[in-house]
């Protein structure tokens, strides 16, 4: 999708996400395998040429994958996060902000494993307010949704998802969100609600757990970061601006 033919602009999608800025996935994982390839300009592959704070490129370290084992996966995942949050006029997007990355660690950890929550049947069609229905893992679901996301791009367009436009990237995202695709042991709907709620968890997570690279995400949302208190300004009736603060930047 071209940047001016977007009928939601960055500003209205940060204003209606609805999502607690800082918000994590769940059982956040650190560190990884393989860092992040450097073009000749020393920027982030995927970065878009977005500065960092202090207007310095910054290069995240300990950032590869954990979960994925093929690559061709992995980026139908990171072109798939990026029609959900795109990158525009004011700021990266899913892929310059690591979120691919974030989803893959989390998906490696005890997210995609579902280690604390109860998984024993029986399996029923649950109502919307009921939450986690499925027999299925979270890394289970995202592995099976990412071959059907590729197939329909070969059903529909005689193509790779990751070939495909703009345009019929998000007819395939849309297809899953309206549940058109059939999955096993799990409504296509209810995936996309996932990704697209690991999406924004990536972008505003702290940048200790692989996404938000450089606090940008906190950055375009006027969020200071994790500030390790405040007391010092309750009374203060003039405005505070904060330098954003990660929890990797803080002394223990």
């Not at 999708?1 to 607690?20: N, Q, V």
């Not at 969100?177 to 697209?196: D, H, P, T, Y």
């Amino acid at each position: 999708m071209d940047k001016d033919k977007k009928g939601l602009s960055r500003r209205d999608f940060l204003k209606t996400t609805g999502i607690a800025t800082g918000a994590l996935v769940g059982g956040g994982l650190i560190g990884g395998l393989v860092g992040y390839k450097v073009n000749k300009e020393g920027q982030v592959a995927g970065m878009g040429g977005h500065k960092g704070v202090g207007g310095v490129q910054a290069v995240a370290n300990n950032r590869g994958l954990m979960f994925f084992t093929n690559m061709a996966d992995f980026n139908i995942l990171s072109q798939a996060v990026e029609r959900i949050f795109p990158e525009d006029d004011l700021g990266p997007g899913a892929i310059g902000l690591g979120v691919p990355y974030f989803i893959d660690n989390q998906l490696a950890g005890n997210y995609g494993s579902n280690a604390k929550e109860y998984m024993q049947g029986p399996f029923f069609p649950g109502e919307t307010t009921q939450g986690y229905q499925s027999r299925l893992t979270r890394a289970e679901i995202f592995k099976q949704a990412i071959t059907r996301m590729n197939e329909e791009a070969q059903k529909k367009f005689k193509m790779e998802f990751v070939k495909l436009d703009g345009g019929q990237m998000d007819e395939i995202i849309t297809a899953f969100q309206k549940n058109e695709v059939a999955m096993k042991g799990v409504e296509s709907g209810f995936f996309f609600r996932l990704l697209r709620q690991a999406t924004l968890e990536g972008a505003y997570a702290d940048p200790i757990y692989n996404g938000n690279i450089n606090m940008e995400g906190w950055r375009m949302k006027g969020f200071p970061g994790n500030q390790m208190t405040y007391i010092s300004e309750i009374e203060n009736e003039k405005f505070v601006k904060y330098e954003l603060e990660s929890l990797s930047s803080m002394d223990h």
